[in-house]
T-cell receptor
Framework: DAGVTQSPTHLIKTRGQQVTLRCSPK?????VSWYQQALGQGPQFIFQ???????QRGNFPDRFSGHQFPNYSSELNVNALLLGDSALYLC????????????FGNGTRLTVT | DQQVKQNSPSLSVQEGRISILNCDYT??????FLWYKKYPAEGPTFLIS?????DKNEDGRFTVFLNKSAKHLSLHIVPSQPGDSAVYFC????????????FGPGTRLSVLP
C-alpha cells in the first residue's frame, strides 16, 4: 500500500520563476493538505483540498495556488518565486472527517537562488 | 505569534530511561492534538493523538497527557530506544474538520546508548 508520494524530491529555481509540485495521496484518502517547513521550524499550513476545491487556506499569499484532480492527486503552484520561498514543501493526505491524522510524504526541497 | 510552543529545542536521554517532551498552546479553541516524529530526509510520521475530551492516551511505549486548564500536553516515551532519536512535533487543531493543524517548532530528541 503506497503512502503519500511527492515529486520531485529536490528542485532549484531562480527568483521570479514559477514552480509546480506534485502529490499523490495515500490509497483511500480523499483530502490533501500542503505545508511549508522552513529550516528549524515546524510545518506551516498552506491550504487544503477536498472534492477538487480549496477548503481551507492558511496565511499565504495568492502566489501560492493549488489544484486537486478527480483521482485526488494534487499540485501546488508557486508564482514569482522569492528567496524566502526556499523550504521543504510537505504534502499530507487524510480521510475527510474529524479526528483523522495526516499522513505526510517525504517532501520536496525547493531552493530559490 | 506562536500558538503552539515547544520550548525545549533539544533533549538528551539515556537508553532505557523515560523521555518527556512538552508542548504548550495558547488557543483555547484547540480540541485535537497530535504528535509526529521526523527523521532527516523523511516526512513527519504520525505517532499518537488525543482529543480534548480525554486527558491521557496510550499506545505501546508512547503516552500523551493533556492538561486543558494549563493548555499543556506532554509525550512520554518509556523505555527510550536509540531509534527514537528524531525531531518530535506537537500539532493542534481547532477547525471542524480537524485537519488544519498548527505545528510547534519541534524538539530534537537524542537517545544515547
Amino acid at each position: 500500500d503506497a503512502g503519500v508520494t511527492q515529486s520531485p524530491t529536490h528542485l532549484i529555481k531562480t527568483r521570479g520563476q514559477q514552480v509546480t509540485l506534485r502529490c499523490s495521496p495515500k490509497s483511500g484518502h480523499d483530502t490533501v493538505s500542503w505545508y511549508q517547513q522552513a529550516l528549524g521550524q515546524g510545518p506551516q499550513f498552506i491550504f487544503q483540498y477536498y472534492e477538487e476545491e480549496e477548503r481551507q487556506r492558511g496565511n499565504f499569499p495568492d502566489r501560492f495556488s493549488g489544484h486537486q484532480f478527480p483521482n485526488y492527486s494534487s499540485e501546488l503552484n508557486v508564482n514569482a518565486l522569492l528567496l524566502g520561498d526556499s523550504a521543504l514543501y510537505l504534502c499530507a493526505s487524510s480521510r475527510t472527517g474529524n479526528g483523522s491524522p495526516l499522513h505526510f510524504g517525504n517532501g520536496t526541497r525547493l531552493t530559490v537562488t | 505569534d506562536q500558538q503552539v510552543k515547544q520550548n525545549s529545542p533539544s533533549l538528551s536521554v539515556q537508553e532505557g530511561r523515560i523521555s518527556i517532551l512538552n508542548c504548550d498552546y495558547t488557543n483555547s479553541m484547540f480540541d485535537y492534538f497530535l504528535w509526529y516524529k521526523k527523521y532527516p530526509a523523511e516526512g513527519p510520521t504520525f505517532l499518537i493523538s488525543i482529543s480534548s475530551i480525554k486527558d491521557k492516551n496510550e499506545d505501546g511505549r508512547f503516552t500523551v497527557f493533556l492538561n486543558k486548564s494549563a493548555k499543556h500536553l506532554s509525550l512520554h516515551i518509556v523505555p527510550s530506544q536509540p531509534g527514537d532519536s528524531a525531531v518530535y512535533f506537537c500539532a493542534a487543531s481547532a477547525d471542524n474538520y480537524g485537519q488544519n493543524f498548527v505545528f510547534g517548532p519541534g524538539t530534537r530528541l537524542s537517545v544515547l546508548p
